[in-house]
C-alpha cells in the first residue's frame, strides 16, 4: 500500500507539474499570437488606412489547451505519452485572416452617390471685368487682364463668351496698352485666323484679312462704311477711342447685313464711368513719332443719374516713308444717363481729323521682292510721288444708344447715328505699266514719229537699266453722308437661364 500510495503521489505530482508547464506553455503561446496579430494589425493599418482592425484568435489558438484539460480531469491513470502529444506546434499554429478585410474595408470606405439634387454651379470666369453700369461686368465693359468672359457681338445680347456658339476673340485696353498699339491693324495682330495690314503699312485705312476675305468694320454694333464704297467714304480707326475690339470670324449676315463671310471687327467706344476716372500720356517713339493724350470720366455732379467723358488725342509723326506724315486730331465726348439698372441712354460724339498721305508706293517686283538688273533694292523710305501729295480726312459723327430691360424678361436696343466724312486725296504713283499697255501709250507716238515712246520689253520700267519709272497722277474729293440704324428687341439671357434651371434637374 505505501508502495501505491507511493506511486499515487508521484503520479499526482507529475500531473500537476505537467498542468503548470502547459499552462506556462499555453499562456506563452497565446500571448505570443496576440503579440503578432497586433503588429500584423498595425502594419495593414498603415498600408490601407483603415482604423480599428483587431486580429482576433481563432478556435484553432485555444484547442490545445482545453484538450489537455480533458485528458488530466477524465483519466485518473497516468499516461507517460502524454507528455509528448501536447507539446505546441509552433509551424502548425495558423495565421490570422486577413485578405478578405481589403476588399470589405474598400467597399465601406466608398459608397457611390448617382443622383443629388443641388443647383448647377456656373464656372467662375477667368477674367474679371470692371462694370460701367449696374456693377456687374457686362459685355461693353472694360476688361481686366487678357480675358474676357462675355460679349454681345455674336448674338446682339449681353451673353457669356463660354455660351456662345461663335468664334469670338476680344482684345481690351490692358492688352492693347501692352501691346502699344496705335491703329486697328496693330490691335488684332495677334487674333487667330485674322491677318493685318493686308496692304502693309497703310495710313489711308484699316485693312483686316479674316479668314482670307477683308472683314466688315463695325462700331458699337454699327457699319462704319457704305456698301460699294471704298477706303475713301471712311476714316481710320483710331483704338484710344475704344473700350474693347472684338473679332467674330465667320458669316454674320442674320445680324449685321451685308457683311464679310470672313468675319467682322466690331469695336466698343469707352463709355462713361460710375466712379471718377482721370489719366494722361505722352508717347514718343521712331519717326519722330510724338503724341499727347487724355481720358477724364465721372459722374456730372454728385448723387447725379448722369455721367460723363471725354477722351482726346493729338498726334504728330513722320513715317518709315518720305514726306509721308501720320498726323492726327481725335475728341470723343459723351454723356450717359442711367435712372436705375435697367435703362441706359448713351449719347456719344467723335471728331477726327487726319493729315497724311500714302505709305504704300506700289512699286514693281523688281527693286522690291527681287533685285534690279543692276543687283540693286529700291530703300524702304524711297517716295515716288511730288511733296505736296497728300491724304486728308475729316470726321464728325454722332451716336444714340438706348438700352432698357423689361420686366417681361425683354431687352430693347436701339442705335442710332449719323456721319459725315470728307476726304481730298492727291497722290502721285508708279504707273505700273505692262508692256501691252506701253503699246497703247506708243500707238499715236508711233504713228505720228514712226517710233515707239518707250519700249516695251522694259516694263514696267522705261530703260533696260531698270532705274526710271513712269507715274500716274491720282486726284479726288469724296464727300460721304451715312445715316445708320439697327434696333431689336432679344430676351435677356440671364433671367431666361434662371427661369429653366430648377434643382431638381441638376445631378452629380
Given at each position: 500500500?505505501?508502495?501505491?500510495?507511493?506511486?499515487?503521489?508521484?503520479?499526482?505530482?507529475?500531473?500537476?507539474?505537467?498542468?503548470?508547464?502547459?499552462?506556462?506553455?499555453?499562456?506563452?503561446?497565446?500571448?505570443?499570437?496576440?503579440?503578432?496579430?497586433?503588429?500584423?494589425?498595425?502594419?495593414?493599418?498603415?498600408?490601407?488606412?483603415?482604423?480599428?482592425?483587431?486580429?482576433?484568435p481563432g478556435p484553432a489558438d485555444t484547442l490545445p489547451p482545453v484538450e489537455v484539460l480533458q485528458e488530466t480531469d477524465a483519466e485518473a491513470e497516468p499516461k507517460p505519452e502524454a507528455e509528448p502529444a501536447v507539446e505546441p506546434q509552433p509551424a502548425a499554429r495558423p495565421r490570422p485572416i486577413t485578405t478578405t478585410a481589403v476588399p470589405k474595408t474598400r467597399q465601406a470606405a466608398a459608397?457611390?452617390?448617382?443622383?443629388?439634387?443641388?443647383?448647377?454651379?456656373?464656372?467662375?470666369?477667368?477674367?474679371?471685368?470692371?462694370?460701367?453700369?449696374?456693377?456687374?461686368?457686362?459685355?461693353?465693359?472694360?476688361?481686366?487682364?487678357?480675358?474676357?468672359?462675355?460679349?454681345?457681338?455674336?448674338?446682339?445680347?449681353d451673353t457669356?463668351?463660354?455660351?456662345?456658339?461663335?468664334?469670338?476673340?476680344?482684345?481690351g485696353v490692358e492688352q492693347m496698352q501692352d501691346q502699344g498699339v496705335q491703329t486697328l491693324d496693330e490691335a488684332v495682330r495677334y487674333t487667330p485666323g485674322v491677318f493685318a495690314d493686308g496692304f502693309g503699312v497703310d495710313t489711308r485705312n484699316d485693312n483686316v484679312i479674316i479668314?482670307?476675305?477683308?472683314?466688315?468694320?463695325?462700331?458699337?454694333?454699327?457699319?462704319?462704311?457704305?456698301?460699294?464704297?471704298?477706303?475713301?467714304?471712311?476714316?481710320?480707326?483710331?483704338?484710344?477711342?475704344?473700350?474693347?475690339?472684338?473679332?467674330?470670324?465667320?458669316?454674320s449676315a442674320m445680324l449685321y447685313g451685308a457683311t464679310s463671310a470672313g468675319g467682322i471687327v466690331n469695336g466698343i467706344s469707352k463709355r462713361p464711368t460710375l466712379e471718377p476716372f482721370a489719366e494722361a500720356g505722352v508717347d514718343y517713339g521712331s519717326f519722330d513719332f510724338r503724341q499727347l493724350r487724355g481720358d477724364l470720366s465721372g459722374p456730372l455732379f454728385e448723387n447725379s443719374d448722369f455721367y460723363?467723358?471725354?477722351?482726346?488725342?493729338?498726334?504728330?509723326?513722320?513715317?518709315?516713308?518720305?514726306?509721308?506724315?501720320?498726323?492726327?486730331?481725335?475728341?470723343?465726348?459723351?454723356?450717359?444717363?442711367?435712372?436705375?439698372?435697367?435703362?441706359?441712354?448713351?449719347?456719344?460724339?467723335?471728331?477726327?481729323?487726319?493729315?497724311?498721305?500714302?505709305?504704300?508706293?506700289?512699286?514693281?517686283?523688281?527693286?522690291?521682292?527681287?533685285?534690279?538688273?543692276?543687283?540693286?533694292?529700291?530703300?524702304?523710305?524711297?517716295?515716288?510721288?511730288?511733296?505736296?501729295?497728300?491724304?486728308?480726312?475729316?470726321k464728325e459723327s454722332g451716336t444714340l444708344l438706348i438700352d432698357k430691360k423689361l420686366d417681361s424678361g425683354l431687352k430693347f436696343h436701339t442705335g442710332l447715328r449719323y456721319t459725315h466724312t470728307n476726304n481730298d486725296y492727291d497722290s502721285t504713283y508708279p504707273a505700273g505699266l505692262s508692256p501691252n499697255r506701253l503699246n497703247i501709250i506708243n500707238a499715236p507716238f508711233e504713228g505720228f514719229l514712226g517710233v515707239?515712246?518707250?519700249?516695251?520689253?522694259?516694263?514696267?520700267?522705261?530703260?533696260?537699266?531698270?532705274?526710271?519709272?513712269?507715274?500716274?497722277?491720282?486726284?479726288?474729293?469724296?464727300?460721304?453722308?451715312?445715316?445708320?440704324?439697327?434696333?431689336?428687341?432679344t430676351v435677356n439671357s440671364t433671367q431666361a437661364r434662371s427661369n429653366t434651371r430648377s434643382p431638381a434637374a441638376a445631378t452629380i
Open positions: 500500500m505505501a508502495a501505491i500510495a507511493r506511486g499515487l503521489t508521484v503520479t499526482v505530482r507529475d500531473a500537476v507539474l505537467l498542468l503548470f508547464m502547459m499552462a506556462f506553455t499555453s499562456a506563452g503561446l497565446v500571448q505570443a499570437q496576440e503579440s503578432e496579430s497586433s503588429q500584423e494589425a498595425q502594419e495593414e493599418q498603415t498600408a490601407q488606412g483603415v482604423a480599428g482592425t483587431e486580429a482576433k459608397p457611390v452617390q448617382t443622383a443629388v439634387t443641388t443647383p448647377l454651379q456656373q464656372p467662375e470666369p477667368e477674367g474679371v471685368e470692371r462694370a460701367t453700369a449696374g456693377g456687374e461686368p457686362t459685355a461693353y465693359s472694360p476688361v481686366e487682364g487678357y480675358v474676357a468672359t462675355r460679349s454681345a457681338t455674336g448674338t446682339k445680347t457669356p463668351l463660354i455660351e456662345t456658339p461663335q468664334s469670338i476673340s476680344v482684345i479668314r482670307g476675305t477683308e472683314g466688315s468694320i463695325f462700331i458699337d454694333g454699327l457699319s462704319t462704311g457704305i456698301q460699294g464704297g471704298t477706303y475713301q467714304n471712311t476714316i481710320p480707326i483710331e483704338p484710344y477711342a475704344l473700350e474693347r475690339i472684338e473679332v467674330l470670324r465667320g458669316p460723363y467723358r471725354i477722351t482726346g488725342l493729338g498726334r504728330l509723326a513722320d513715317t518709315q516713308v518720305d514726306y509721308v506724315d501720320n498726323d492726327r486730331w481725335m475728341l470723343q465726348p459723351s454723356i450717359a444717363y442711367r435712372p436705375n439698372e435697367d435703362t441706359e441712354v448713351l449719347l456719344l460724339g467723335n471728331f477726327q481729323r487726319d493729315d497724311s498721305g500714302s505709305t504704300a508706293q506700289f512699286f514693281p517686283v523688281e527693286g522690291t521682292l527681287l533685285p534690279t538688273t543692276q543687283g540693286r533694292k529700291i530703300p524702304r523710305d524711297t517716295f515716288a510721288g511730288i511733296p505736296t501729295d497728300h491724304y486728308d480726312t475729316e515707239p515712246l518707250v519700249t516695251p520689253d522694259y516694263a514696267p520700267y522705261l530703260n533696260a537699266e531698270q532705274t526710271e519709272l513712269a507715274r500716274l497722277r491720282y486726284v479726288s474729293q469724296v464727300d460721304t453722308r451715312v445715316f445708320s440704324s439697327d434696333t431689336y428687341l
